[in-house]
């Protein structure tokens, strides 16, 4: 939902795995055989240029790669990413992002992560992971988690995206789709501004269109993303027309109709719960009503 920093996971992944071809750092390397490759995906709209690094589990850093104009880095990844090195999160920083909000060019000055659970993440996702602003969320939570492979497991990993779209898009996370927004968004940008489609890459992307149009006349994207990632870390409540304002907002962009994003319900904001080592969350926050399922992956 975060505007145009929709940086797509398929950058990350793809990233990722290039780097850890590279390096052959990773541990446990004979134990996930089946990863080939995979894409990352910046967007807050395609987000361009930035550089991507990888940090996984066990502190092994790497370069991943630098995005193109749709936000995209494609990596070719052999055999050898160990399963000791997830959750493994990733980070661009830089480049311009596509403003949905005036279809302008800016400056990208806030980091975009994205925690990648495990392998079976990246190919529940279709191989394509997304960075944009929900998962910049997801990761501030995950990451405000106490240090620790037994606190920051898989399972919290995907929690977190859980918790973060029940706060702002409890429709595209109903039905077990929490991995729903770490995939990929459908790329926008000067070439394509508003065709996006009737699917979770396209409502994924309305998302975030209506997360830039909300940022425009509330301070800029990179002041309401800094603002977010602050209360999701520290437990401060998110406000319920934080929420309400960036659905409407996507209801409101061009395609929001025939994305499906009108149908679904809005999130109330909320304070994000910290997932426990096993996944579940505690409390209930401000929750956005059930429904209207974003599809899964």
Not at 42 to 69: E, S
Not at 123 to 150: Q, W
Not at 160 to 173: D, H, K, T
């Amino acid at each position: 939902m975060i505007n145009s920093e929709k940086m797509r996971l398929t950058m990350f992944a793809a990233s990722m795995v290039a780097a850890g071809a590279l390096t052959g750092c990773f541990n446990d390397k004979s134990s996930d055989p089946s990863t080939t490759g995979f894409g990352l995906g910046a967007a807050k709209g395609a987000i361009n240029g930035a550089t991507c690094n990888y940090k996984t589990a066990v502190n092994t850093n790497g370069f991943a790669g630098t995005t193109d104009a749709n936000g995209e880095v494609q990596v070719a990844v052999t055999p050898g990413f160990g399963a000791n090195d997830y959750p493994v999160v990733i980070t661009c920083v830089g480049g311009t992002y596509f403003d949905e909000s005036d279809n302008s060019t800016q400056p990208q000055t806030e980091p975009m992560r994205s925690v990648i659970p495990d392998a079976q993440s990246i190919a529940e996702v279709g191989g394509k992971i997304g960075v944009n602003p929900f998962t910049e969320l997801a990761t501030a939570l995950f990451d405000s988690l106490p240090a620790g492979a037994a606190n920051r497991t898989a399972a919290a990993a995907k929690a977190s995206y859980g918790e973060i779209g029940r706060l702002f898009a409890p429709g595209m996370v109903a039905n077990g789709g929490a991995l729903n927004l770490m995939q990929a968004s459908t790329p926008v940008n000067t070439a394509n501004p508003t065709n996006l489609g009737n699917n979770v890459a396209g409502q994924l992307a309305t998302y975030l269109a209506g997360f830039a149009k909300y940022a425009a006349t509330n301070g800029g994207s990179m002041a309401v993303l800094a603002d977010l990632r602050t209360k999701i870390a520290t437990g401060t409540a998110v406000p319920a027309s934080v929420a309400q304002g960036i659905k409407t907002q996507a209801n409101s962009y061009t395609p929001g109709a025939t994305t499906g994003v009108t149908a679904q319900p809005s999130g109330n904001g909320g304070t994000a719960q910290k997932p426990t080592s096993g996944g579940a969350t505690g409390g209930t926050g401000g929750t956005g009503g059930t429904g209207g399922s974003g599809g899964q992956v």
